[in-house]
């Protein structure tokens, strides 16, 4: 858990630099030294004011945001800074599609809130925006990193070296998640203590694999020896995307896996027709509301029975 008062101070003093307060404020358009206030935690920036802090200071808020939102933001591009409804459109890509009553509660704040904020009558502060940020998309580190250095602000320093180190094992060892997943099931948590291979015969992996995964998960914090068995430590939330190449070399990973796996257990399906753009446009639309919607299905489970491997296309065979 991050201290998010303090996260807001750091990161208005990381885009102040080596201005002084009194210049940064003048420099934003205020008469007030209200960037004093902002540090100190008296106040708090409105999104607006953050966002305009961030473009003032060197940062381009249009290219970070559209890096932050990589595919999902294909079909509606970041909004503008300065552009009439920037806040409302920001918090509805971030919201994707969680239903106001999860929202609220993921954002901590009432729906009443919430809906003024979305439709814009009124914005969230600083705190609030990365609340809205940690809840709806859980990626609150890679957040920050659009406006300054995680690894250089004190609240984020550790969380950030830790999110680097897992999203390096994501990268190099794709089986690791698997791994890490199987040790929240309940038959191995049933065992008196670890049984090398149990975890490999549940994933029809080698032995090889199951050892080279845990070594790697545990040097990177995610997991713990307790009680002679392995448990789920500190994960965070590895949003895989920020390099490309690798991203889509885990993609083929895992439709390999598909591939290998067609004939098992599962579902397997496909539809292969000639359609008009338009309904081609739709049927984007639905791929992404049912992933996100799946996603939301996956937070709320409780309890661990099984390992789940989602391989979800749609693409077009001719240009």
Same mark, same amino acid.
């Given at each position: 858990?991050?201290?998010?008062?303090?996260?807001?101070?750091?990161?208005?003093?990381?885009?102040?630099?080596?201005?002084?307060?009194?210049?940064?404020?003048?420099?934003?358009?205020?008469?007030?030294?209200?960037?004093?206030?902002?540090?100190?935690?008296?106040?708090?920036?409105?999104?607006?004011?953050?966002?305009?802090?961030?473009?003032?200071?060197?940062?381009?808020?249009?290219?970070?945001?559209?890096?932050?939102?990589?595919?999902?933001?294909?079909?509606?591009?970041?909004?503008?800074?300065?552009?009439?409804?920037?806040?409302?459109?920001?918090?509805?890509?971030?919201?994707?599609? +969680?239903?106001?009553?999860?929202?609220?509660?993921?954002?901590?704040?009432?729906?009443?809130?919430?809906?003024?904020?979305?439709?814009?009558?009124?914005?969230?502060?600083?705190? #609030?925006?990365?609340?809205?940020?940690?809840?709806?998309?859980?990626?609150?580190? !890679?957040?920050?990193?659009?406006?300054?250095?995680?690894?250089?602000?004190?609240?984020?320093?550790?969380?950030?070296? !830790?999110?680097?180190? #897992?999203?390096?094992?994501?990268?190099?060892?794709?089986?690791?998640?698997?791994?890490?997943?199987?040790?929240?099931?309940?038959?191995?948590?049933?065992?008196?203590?670890?049984?090398?291979?149990?975890?490999?015969?549940? &994933?029809?992996?080698?032995?090889?694999?199951?050892?080279?995964?845990?070594?790697?998960?545990?040097?990177?914090?995610?997991?713990?020896?307790?009680?002679?068995?392995?448990?789920?430590?500190?994960?965070?939330?590895?949003?895989?995307?920020? !390099?490309?190449?690798?991203? &889509?070399?885990?993609?083929?990973?895992?439709?390999?896996?598909?591939?290998?796996?067609?004939?098992?257990?599962?579902?397997?399906?496909?539809?292969?027709?000639?359609?008009?753009?338009?309904?081609?446009?739709?049927?984007?639309?639905?791929?992404?509301?049912?992933?996100?919607?799946?996603?939301?299905?996956?937070?709320?489970?409780?309890?661990?029975?099984?390992?789940?491997?989602?391989?979800?296309?749609?693409?077009? +065979?001719?240009?």
């Amino acid at each position: 858990m991050l201290d998010n008062k303090q996260l807001c101070s750091e990161l208005i003093r990381a885009l102040r630099k080596r201005r002084s307060q009194a210049a940064f404020s003048r420099r934003l358009g205020f008469a007030t030294n209200v960037v004093h206030t902002w540090e100190t935690g008296r106040r708090m920036p409105s999104t607006t004011d953050f966002m305009l802090a961030a473009s003032k200071s060197g940062v381009d808020v249009q290219a970070r945001l559209n890096s932050f939102f990589h595919g999902e933001a294909r079909s509606k591009p970041s909004p503008k800074l300065g552009a009439k409804g920037f806040v409302p459109e920001l918090l509805g890509l971030l919201r994707g599609d +969680l239903r106001p009553a999860t929202l609220a509660r993921s954002v901590g704040a009432t729906r009443l809130t919430v809906g003024r904020w979305l439709v814009g009558s009124s914005e969230p502060r600083l705190p #609030q925006l990365l609340r809205f940020v940690a809840g709806t998309t859980q990626r609150l580190l !890679d957040f920050v990193a659009l406006f300054a250095d995680p690894e250089a602000l004190a609240s984020t320093h550790a969380a950030w070296r !830790d999110l680097q180190a #897992q999203r390096r094992v994501a990268y190099e060892l794709p089986w690791s998640h698997a791994v890490l997943r199987a040790l929240e099931l309940a038959r191995y948590k049933q065992l008196s203590q670890h049984e090398p291979g149990f975890i490999a015969r549940l &994933l029809g992996l080698p032995l090889s694999v199951e050892n080279e995964a845990l070594n790697a998960l545990s040097q990177a914090r995610q997991i713990r020896l307790l009680r002679g068995k392995w448990a789920v430590a500190r994960v965070l939330t590895v949003d895989t995307r920020p !390099d490309p190449a690798k991203n &889509l070399a885990l993609k083929r990973h895992w439709a390999e896996v598909g591939v290998q796996r067609i004939g098992q257990e599962g579902l397997f399906s496909y539809n292969l027709c000639s359609i008009a753009e338009a309904d081609y446009q739709r049927l984007q639309s639905l791929h992404r509301a049912y992933f996100e919607q799946m996603r939301a299905v996956i937070a709320g489970s409780r309890g661990g029975d099984r390992i789940l491997l989602a391989n979800v296309q749609l693409f077009s +065979l001719t240009p």
